[in-house]
């Protein structure tokens, strides 16, 4: 099991990125997957998750209208795209795959820093 996470970097407030979550090793298309983020000093926290159909999202609240999270099960990806990023946006952002059966498994993470 494989989870790539990309994107991240360097972007001034009021900027957008967008991560990428390359996935293998399992059946992508019956796992829900979500993305998480990790500030220096604070523990992890829910970002966003998207269903394993792609139909249902739900977003933390101080996400929610700034962030999109998608994916394709053709492709075997997920995305993460933030717009109107603010300096606490900074963090380790993680890729996550959660299994029918609870089983999860993580990326390595790609940093986002939003600065001037």
């Known amino acids: 099991v494989q989870l790539v996470d990309s994107g991240g970097g360097l972007v001034q407030p009021g900027g957008s990125l967008r991560l990428s979550c390359a996935a293998s090793g399992f059946t992508f298309s019956t796992y829900a997957m979500s993305w998480y983020r990790q500030a220096p000093g604070k523990e992890r926290e829910l970002v966003a998750v998207?269903?394993?159909?792609?139909?249902?999202?739900n977003y933390a609240d101080s996400m929610q209208g700034r962030f999109t999270i998608s994916r394709d099960n053709f492709k075997n990806m997920v995305y993460l795209q933030m717009n109107s990023l603010k300096p606490e946006d900074t963090a380790v952002y993680y890729c996550?795959?959660?299994?029918?059966?609870?089983?999860?498994?993580w990326g390595q993470g790609t940093q986002v820093t939003v600065s001037l």
């Open positions: 998207i269903s394993s159909t792609g139909r249902s999202t």
């Open positions: 996550g795959a959660r299994g029918p059966v609870g089983d999860r498994y």
